[in-house]
C-alpha cells in the first residue's frame, strides 16, 4: 500500500514561516512529478508549487517569492518552505506524487490526506 503523509501545518502569525514535509512510502519503485496543493474554506483546490523528477519547480504566482518547494529522492521526500506568511495563505496543505507502483507500467498519481495552516495573529 502506498502512502503520502504530510506533516508541519500548524498556527504561525501573519509574517512568519513554516516547513511542510511530505513523505511516501509503500510499494513503489519510482517518483516522478511532486507538488503542493491547497484548498481553503469555501474556495477549490489550487497547486501551490510542483517540481518534477529532475528538480525543476514551478508556483502560483500568489506565493513566488515567498515559498519554496525541494525535494530529497533519497529519502522519497517532498518539502515546502512557506516564508513572509499571510492570512490568505490559511488552508489545508495537500502533497501529490506521480508514483511507479509495483505491478504497474505507468505512473500514478497520489495525493496525502493534508495537513492544516493557518495564519492568524
Known amino acids: 500500500q502506498v502512502q503520502l503523509v504530510e506533516s508541519g501545518g500548524g498556527l504561525v502569525q501573519p509574517g512568519g514561516s513554516l516547513r511542510l514535509s511530505c513523505a511516501a512510502s509503500?510499494?513503489?519503485?519510482?517518483?516522478?512529478?511532486m507538488g503542493w496543493y491547497r484548498q481553503a474554506p469555501g474556495k477549490e483546490r489550487e497547486l501551490v508549487a510542483g517540481?518534477?523528477?529532475?528538480?525543476?519547480?514551478n508556483y502560483a504566482d500568489s506565493v513566488k517569492g515567498r515559498f519554496t518547494i525541494s525535494r530529497d529522492n533519497a529519502k522519497n521526500a517532498a518539502y515546502l518552505q512557506m516564508n513572509s506568511l499571510k492570512p490568505e495563505d490559511t488552508a489545508v496543505y495537500f502533497c501529490?506524487?506521480?508514483?511507479?507502483?509495483?505491478?504497474?507500467?505507468?505512473?500514478?498519481?497520489?495525493w496525502g490526506k493534508g495537513t492544516l495552516v493557518t495564519v492568524s495573529s
Open positions: 501529490t506524487a506521480d508514483l511507479l507502483v509495483l505491478g504497474s507500467t505507468s505512473y500514478m498519481e497520489f
Open positions: 517540481i518534477t523528477s529532475a528538480g525543476t519547480p
Open positions: 509503500g510499494s513503489f519503485f519510482g517518483i516522478g512529478a
